[in-house]
């Protein structure tokens, strides 16, 4: 037999370390060339020693041959597993033949520290100095003596701010650690191996602490949200070969200072002044007798958990593709494609000297940076020359949205080389491809994934840019299935419903940002913010949606029983907040951002809740609690019912006559046939009327594509996938757009830039077109009966002008593959890939109609007649 077991991961990871779940899932692939492969059986052991494992024997857990078809979520049954503990494991499966495979490689997991009781290290900090207004990020230190072999050593460290850590002069782990939660419940723990890092005599730990989210600005909340400073938290365990061990914590022991970091800032950005620089800091052998003793924190009251979010990362560079001197004698670099991350810079000059870099998105006409958008963000870095050989610098917990990027006090002439953009965010690898005959297509589809790319930095953010960048939840609901094509953000997405558990109100209301940082109680919450509510419709849904996304795309029943609670809790709430369950007026934002049409509030909230409400029966059904889903789903009538008698008139119009509410009723199930027929017509004749173009905002624009191909209007879809007059997606890419606007009219050709207190040109929540292109143009599309693509509908539905498209998408099972083509003759042409020990239902568009099921193999159908 030639099926083979590969990649084995653990909670979604290839060999993860630090985990704190007591019942991790395993996942594997079954990797086969033949068609119609099946997993009949499978057979997991797990040992305390990779030796034990590789001799077969499986002191840990031995699941024996189970009968099962099941190769992901497969939950772990054996003995508890022990604080810090290794555990390696393999698999093999049985097929449909009943031939078993060979055993997988050995994969392995490793436990965290499990108990408060076993954090033996304290938080130490530095204390703040008197009259800086931004303090100058402290810099941490620590030697020891390793004795012994080691044989393993992992660090488990945290921060209620952001570190850098370095093991002996090298910087490792990832950016922005430990990311962003409700730090008054949580913080999460990330473990790195540091084995190979250390040696026998001298070692040192070094730690740069930046504000971050804790104790720094953020978004418009103004600093110190959660803190006054940054608290670090580290314990390092070694094991030794002899079997002995040791912890290194932090403590009063270690010592700290002020170096060249004068501030770092998410918002406000960096100074560094490299003549403060401590050379050799990091490492052994640095006197640092003048260096303080830390600050100890006692207590902190919030849980330590095990790092659910996937590590944020510099995953791309970027050469800029121009540079242009200005009359002022700066020079604008033009990064080609906007960005976030920030600016790697070299320079040689004199000792003191100092260079600016500026970020903005986008030029005014004259030239120059527009940064008016950024509100009180300030995209620069300062660095100041210490004045030897060839400097470099980048700078160190602040993050810049842009594409431009102006060099000011340049000494010398610089040219392309002299900078680098780094493109940073939580690593979420790539799971989405897609391409198409239409240039444009597939710059929009590009503008899709740097948007994604841009702000999804530990929470999903709106934008990168302005001095925002919160978690906004509307536009993470709207925009998460088309994310979750793009990248797995399986884990990312788990970590972020956290983030909205921890922030539900008592009274079940979910909160239009997660994490809110205190916005509830904030101090401007009843002056200049006081229009915003912990509860909008549309946002707090996500709590629902999410979730379920997540199942769709992943078949994660794990988060849906996790947080089942918290979902009640929000109907609930949203069923409380009714007159005869219609919400008035619980949508504060309405349809955000839509132009020329106005939703009503109570149309919009009253439809959402009903979505909510249908999800949650559908949940409470994959659950197993019958009563409760047979409760929702009527729940989920009434609202239907109400919703038709408040809002849908005789001749099926419905209240606010916008392309939002048809949609919205129509992919709800609010409507009766007639009334669907009817909202249909009253849809395609709004756009029409319009000249073929959209009107909806973020709520409503998700589901119009989608709303216009089930309900026979395919080709409607297409004019507004196409249309390049305003408003539209190929508006902005006309006028040069490499990611997506925030507004239709972030910039006119009548009327220039939109105003600048709210323009962000990388929003990325009118993308979620990329869910329409995936699951309607390519075909892709889960069943919520065999989630996570056990079974895939393959249903291309090609229109437009669009002669091929080639689309992938990287399942938990493997690469499910579509591509099709028209030929000169319009004959339509397929070849898809189905993974082994996944089903798909291939139903071929044209007159003919024909539906193929299909095991997993490579499958081609040629010449399906189009024609009528
Ligand atoms: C954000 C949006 C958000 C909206 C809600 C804006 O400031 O940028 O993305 O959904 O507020 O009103």
């Known amino acids: 037999m030639t099926t083979r077991v590969g990649l084995c991961k653990t909670e979604y990871m290839l060999n993860p370390i630090g985990l704190d779940v ?29 030796e034990k494992l590789e001799s077969d024997q499986a002191d840990v857990w031995d699941s024996g041959k189970v009968s099962s078809n099941a190769s992901t979520h497969v939950q772990y049954e054996g003995q508890p597993l022990q604080s810090e503990g290794a555990y390696y494991w393999k698999v093999r499966v049985w097929d449909g033949a009943g031939a078993v495979t060979a055993w997988s490689e050995t994969a392995f997991w490793m436990m965290g520290i499990l108990s408060r009781g076993e954090w033996k290290a304290q938080w130490i900090g530095r204390k703040s100095e008197q009259g800086a207004l ?8 620590k030697s020891f003596e390793v004795k012994k072999k080691v044989k393993r050593a992992i660090a488990y460290a945290t921060a209620l701010g952001v570190y850098d850590l370095y093991v002996n002069g090298e910087r490792i782990g990832d950016r922005f650690a430990p990311g962003w939660t409700d730090y008054n419940t949580r913080v999460q723990v990330q473990a790195v191996d540091v084995t190979d890092k250390l040696k026998t005599g001298d070692n040192t730990l070094g730690v740069i602490l930046g504000d971050g989210w804790y104790a720094g600005t953020v978004g418009f909340l103004g600093d110190k949200v959660y803190g006054e400073r940054p608290f670090f938290l580290m314990q390092v365990s070694l094991d030794y070969e002899d079997g002995t061990k040791e912890r290194v914590i932090t403590d009063r022991s270690w010592t700290t200072t002020r170096g060249p970091i004068q501030y770092s800032d998410m918002i406000k950005g960096e100074a560094y002044d490299a003549r403060e620089e401590l050379t050799g800091w990091n490492k052994p052998g640095y006197a640092d007798s003048a260096w303080e003793a830390p600050d100890v924190r006692s207590g902190y009251n919030g849980l330590l958990v095990a790092a659910i979010e996937p590590p944020i990362r510099i995953t791309k560079t970027m050469k800029p593709i121009s540079m242009k001197k200005t009359a002022a004698g700066t020079y604008i670099y033009d990064m080609g494609q906007n960005m976030v991350g920030w600016t790697a810079v070299n320079v040689q000059g004199e000792r003191g000297t100092m260079i600016t870099l500026s970020h903005a998105e986008i030029l005014n006409p004259d030239g120059t940076l527009y940064v008016d958008n950024l509100r009180e963000a300030c995209q620069q870095d300062h660095y100041i020359l210490k004045g030897e050989e060839l400097e470099s610098y980048e700078p160190h917990f602040t993050f810049h949205g842009f594409r431009y990027v102006e060099l000011i006090g340049y000494p010398g002439e610089p040219d392309l080389d002299t900078i680098t953009g780094k493109v940073v965010h939580s690593d979420t690898p790539v799971t989405g491809k897609l391409e198409t005959s239409d240039a444009m297509v597939n710059q929009l589809y590009s503008n899709i994934t740097w948007g994604q790319r841009g702000n999804f930095l530990s929470v999903p953010t709106d934008c990168p840019q302005r001095d925002e960048r919160l978690g906004w939840t509307g536009d993470a609901q709207i925009f998460a299935r088309t994310a979750a094509y793009n990248m797995d953000v399986s884990r990312f997405f788990s970590k972020y419903v956290w983030d909205m558990v921890d922030c539900q ?16 109680r904030h101090k401007n919450w009843n002056t200049r913010l006081n229009w915003f509510a912990p509860d909008n419709s549309g946002w707090g849904d996500a709590g629902v949606i999410i979730p379920w996304t997540i199942y769709l795309m992943y078949g994660d029943v794990r988060v849906l029983e996790t947080h ?35 939703t009503p509030n109570e149309v919009l909230a009253t439809a959402y809740f009903a979505y909510s409400t249908k999800l949650l029966a559908q949940i409470a059904d994959v659950l197993g609690r019958v009563d409760e889903a ?35 009723a129509l992919q709800f199930g609010l409507l009766t046939e007639e009334q669907s027929r009817q909202a249909r017509e009253r849809l395609v004749a709004d756009i029409q009327g319009r000249g073929d173009r959209l009107s909806t905002g973020f709520l409503g624009v998700g589901y119009l594509l989608p709303a216009l191909t089930d309900n026979g209007s395919l080709d409607v879809a297409y004019k507004l996938l196409t249309q390049e007059a305003f408003p539209s997606w190929m508006y902005s890419i006309k006028h040069g757009a490499t990611t997506i606007w925030e507004r239709w009219d972030g910039w006119t050709e009548e009327q220039g830039f939109q105003t600048p207190s709210m323009n962000s040109f990388n929003h990325y929540s009118l993308g979620s077109v990329g869910e329409w292109m995936f699951r309607y143009m390519a075909g892709i599309e889960a069943d919520p009966a065999a989630p996570g693509f056990q079974h895939v509908i393959i249903r291309p539905k090609p229109g437009g002008n669009l002669n091929w498209v080639k689309a992938s998408y990287e399942s938990l099972y493997g690469c499910i593959t579509v591509e099709w083509r028209l030929s000169e003759e319009g004959d339509f042409h397929l070849q898809v890939d189905v993974p082994a020990n996944t089903t798909a239902t291939i139903q071929l568009p044209g007159p003919a109609a024909s539906e193929h099921k299909v095991g997993s193999g490579s499958y081609v159908f040629e010449s399906v007649s189009m024609l009528n």
């Open 22 to 50: 007591r019942k991790p899932r395993l996942f594997w692939q079954l990797q086969a060339d033949s068609q119609g492969v099946v997993q009949s059986a499978y057979h997991i052991m797990v040992a305390s020693t990779r």
């Open 134 to 141: 931004m303090q100058p990020s402290p810099f941490f230190r």
């Open 505 to 520: 109100q008592p009274s079940g209301a979910f909160t239009d940002v997660a994490p809110d940082a205190g916005w509830i």
């Open 564 to 598: 089942y609670e918290a979902m009640v809790k929000w109907v609930h709430y949203l069923k409380n907040t009714t007159d005869e369950l219609v919400r008035p007026g619980y949508a504060n934002y309405a349809d955000w951002l839509s132009i020329g049409a106005d």
């Open 630 to 664: 047979a409760h929702y789903q009527a729940l989920f009538g009434d609202i239907a019912a109400a919703f038709r008698k408040a809002f849908v008139a005789e001749d099926g119009r419905i209240h606010g006559d916008t392309q939002t509410v048809y949609v919205l």
